[in-house]
């Protein structure tokens, strides 16, 4: 085999380990754009499905709109739920919607296992649901489990209650919750020193994709500078140096 030959070889195996990779670059790039996408519509049409198979079958039949029509509707049965739960959010806002709960609550509170489950659930809904409140408003970094360990927490508030009593000799408490990797509704519940919290600029969205995907998606921390910016926009005299070593393009700053 001459060397000519060699060399045409060589060649043909590097285009075909050239197109191989690129056909693989190709593959990754559009799993990556389809994968979340896919999911995202996986899990909205598995939630609408599971919606209409609770509430359509409590409709009488005469207004199904595929009685009237010759295909089906996906979600109908969602559309129905918002309007009986809007319904009742509104029948609840007058002072007969409040007694008629005030009466329903308290033979609930007779039952001794039902009361607690209302109870513990009504709590979790009036907390994720209530707007006006603070719940989850900043996320900080915790020294844990131990030293020279940080974990990435969510405050919720501050210490209330017995054991705010309870621990008024040891320091400012605050409540805060360390989420577990990948599934953040798991957790654990920590009373700590404020001063052991160290609050972060990111949003608790950007701290909770932190959290889901083990730090493989980080926030763009320019984002984070705004620390550092005084109210016109312009950079802090304590923080300009900060500000330049991470972006140089703020040397004129």
Not at 71 to 95: K, R, Y
Not at 180 to 192: I, K, R, W
Request: aromatic residues 10%.
């Amino acid at each position: 085999m001459t060397g000519h030959q060699e060399k045409n070889e060589a060649e043909v195996v590097h285009h075909r380990v050239r197109f191989i990779t690129r056909l693989r670059n190709y593959f990754l790039t559009g799993l990556v754009i389809a994968g979340p996408i896919g999911i995202t519509l996986w899990l909205t049409w598995t939630f609408i499905n599971w919606v209409d198979g609770w509430v359509t079958p409590l409709v009488p039949r005469i207004y199904h709109p595929e009685t009237y029509l010759p295909f089906s509707i996906p979600g109908f049965g969602l559309i129905v739920a918002i309007f009986l739960l809007t319904i009742v959010g509104f029948l609840a806002a007058n002072f007969a919607g409040r007694s008629l709960i005030s009466f329903g609550e308290s033979l609930v509170g007779r039952m001794p296992l039902v009361r607690n489950l209302y109870s513990g659930l009504k709590q979790i809904f009036e907390t994720v649901l209530d707007e006006r409140g603070s719940s989850f408003s900043k996320a900080a970094l915790l020294e844990y489990p131990r030293r020279g360990l940080w974990a990435i927490v969510f405050i919720s508030t501050e210490t209330k209650g017995e054991v705010a009593r309870r621990l008024n000799e040891k320091a400012n408490m605050v409540s805060v919750f360390l989420p577990t990797t990948p599934n953040p509704t798991s957790g654990f519940l920590l009373f700590v020193p404020k001063d052991d919290v160290i609050e972060l600029s990111m949003s608790v969205e950007d701290a909770a994709k932190l959290v889901i995907s083990a730090g493989l998606v980080n926030p763009s921390y320019p984002e984070l500078l705004e620390e550092f910016m005084d109210e016109d926009g312009k950079a802090k005299s304590s923080g300009k140096d900060q500000i330049k070593r991470v972006n140089p393009e703020n040397e004129n700053a």
